[in-house]
């Protein structure tokens, strides 16, 4: 069965600072990987998406993220954190594309952003 | 991009009632949509699949009986919460499935609806 590990609960950092968040994932097959942004109160945003191609994946708000197979791994980043960037964050692995469960969700990482 | 809408955003009810939930896909057909449960400070919990016109797929330890899905539409999937207790309070959020084409789909979420039962 596939998995996802989020290690950090909650992450502080000051507003400009880089960010680092961390996902690794446990699946048998070529993984279909995303990363989600949730506000309070609100539902999920996909922040991008990895489903082939190159390892190195833009997505929106100035997110990348990068596969590395060897270490079943899809971390966030962001160089320059903004104020409004302050929400939880959750990577999500996907199954086969005709598979009808698809996301399994990881417990998600509360980030802070001190002024 | 994708657009899902879920009404209402709130609901306040009493225990005993019923309380319907829609999910609509606006700018897309969404043959598979997904109805998540969650509670405060956790990840999401896939409650069942809904597929248009025909049975909804439920997870294991989700009551069927008690959370009915509807998807009569390729816009539009409802879960109605039957005679509704305080632990059925929680954060339901609602997905759509993006048609595939011979690649991995991408699933759309609602804004969520929050229910609490007095």
């Known amino acids: 069965a596939q998995s996802v590990t989020q290690p950090d609960i909650h992450i502080t950092v000051s507003e400009g600072a880089s960010l680092e968040l961390r996902c690794n994932y446990s699946?048998?097959?070529?993984?279909?990987l995303f990363w989600y942004v949730q506000s309070p109160g609100q539902g999920l945003q996909l922040l991008l998406k990895y489903f082939s191609g190159d390892t190195l994946v833009q997505g929106i708000k100035g997110f990348e993220a990068e596969f590395k197979r060897s270490q079943s791994s899809f971390n966030l980043r962001k160089p320059s954190v903004h104020w409004s960037d302050a929400a939880e964050y959750f990577c999500a692995v996907g199954e086969s594309p005709g598979s009808a469960r698809q996301l399994t969700f990881g417990s998600g990482t509360q980030l802070t952003v001190l002024p | 991009g994708a657009v899902v809408s879920q009404h209402p955003s709130w609901v306040i009810c009493k225990s005993g009632t019923s309380v319907k939930i829609e999910c609509r896909s606006l700018?897309?057909?969404?043959?598979?949509m997904f109805w998540y449960r969650q509670f405060p400070k956790q990840s999401l919990m896939l409650m069942a699949t809904?597929?248009?016109?025909?049975?909804?797929?439920?997870e294991q330890g989700v009551e069927k009986d008690k959370f009915l899905i509807n998807h009569a539409s390729l816009t539009l999937s409802t879960l109605t919460v039957t005679s509704a207790h305080p632990e059925d309070s929680s954060f339901y959020i609602c997905s759509a499935r993006e048609p595939t084409s011979g690649r991995a789909a991408t699933q759309y979420f609602g804004p969520g609806t929050r229910l609490t039962v007095l």
């Open positions: 700018d897309f057909q969404a043959t598979t």
């Open positions: 809904s597929n248009e016109g025909s049975k909804a797929t439920y």
């Open positions: 699946y048998g097959a070529t993984p279909y």
